[in-house]
T-cell receptor, first 115, second 113 residues
Framework: GAGVSQTPSNKVTEKGKYVELRCDPI?????LYWYRQSLGQGPEFLIYFQGTGAADDSGLPNDRFFAVRPEGSVSTLKIQRTERGDSAVYLCASSPATSGVGEQFFGPGTRLTVL | GENVEQHPSTLSVQEGDSAVIKCTYS??????FPWYKQELGKGPQLIIDIRSNVGEKKDQRIAVTLNKTAKHFSLHITETQPEDSAVYFCAASDPQGAQKLVFGQGTRLTINP
């Protein structure tokens, strides 16, 4: 079946601009995660949704970052006033787990470059 | 919060030999430990996982062992093949964060033909 998809695959923007990154989870998966991966590092947690609600947003670095999942499926990560330090690969993962920690399946990521 | 350390950062083995990657974690309440394989330009792919009520799990050429007392877990790949070349990440569930995973720094595995 279809895996997690993310669009765009690459995004180049200028410092100060606003960007939106989209994630389509595996059908039926209620849990959705956003992680950020810098070059040569492991993924770092940003935010976790269970259904439509953000159950844990403790990883968002500051208030320029925001994510939504209005219908409990597709999610959008929004970054305002982008900075060069925001450049990274943004990964989305989904899981069928409704409670406790379960298997997380990752998408291919969106590579964000802030010039 | 949870902290995961992974070693080595790079590993080179001859085709057919075994490879072992080790991770330690800090929070004894962690209960889920997945391993991911990441190829260039792709997202991490779940290859095997283990929960804290099990000491070892095997899937064909891949096995994971968990020592809860020492708070470390290892990935073992036997009969390595060139297609095993990739970056491998260990992770541990964060008891303070309900569902999130904390990842190690990664191991770049190279299989020499």
């Amino acid at each position: 079946g279809a895996g997690v998809s993310q669009t765009p695959s690459n995004k180049v923007t200028e410092k100060g601009k606003y960007v939106e990154l989209r994630c389509d989870p595996i059908s039926g998966h209620t849990a959705l995660y956003w992680y950020r991966q810098s070059l040569g590092q492991g993924p770092e947690f940003l935010i976790y949704f269970q259904g439509t609600g953000a159950a844990d947003d403790s990883g968002l670095p500051n208030d320029r970052f925001f994510a939504v999942r209005p219908e409990g499926s597709v999610s959008t990560l929004k970054i305002q006033r982008t900075e060069r330090g925001d450049s990274a690969v943004y990964l989305c993962a989904s899981s069928p787990a409704t409670s406790g920690v379960g298997e997380q399946f990752f998408g291919p990521g969106t590579r964000l470059t802030v010039l | 919060g949870e902290n995961v350390e992974q070693h080595p950062s790079t590993l080179s083995v001859q085709e057919g030999d075994s490879a072992v990657i080790k991770c330690t974690y800090s929070d004894s309440a962690s209960n889920y430990f997945p391993w991911y394989k990441q190829e260039l330009g792709k997202g991490p792919q779940l290859i095997i996982d283990i929960r804290s009520n099990v000491g070892e799990k095997k899937d064909q050429r891949i096995a994971v062992t968990l020592n809860k007392t020492a708070k470390h877990f290892s990935l073992h790949i036997t009969e390595t093949q060139p297609e095993d070349s990739a970056v491998y990440f260990c992770a541990a569930s964060d008891p303070q964060g309900a569902q999130k995973l904390v990842f190690g720094q990664g191991t770049r595995l190279t299989i020499n033909p």
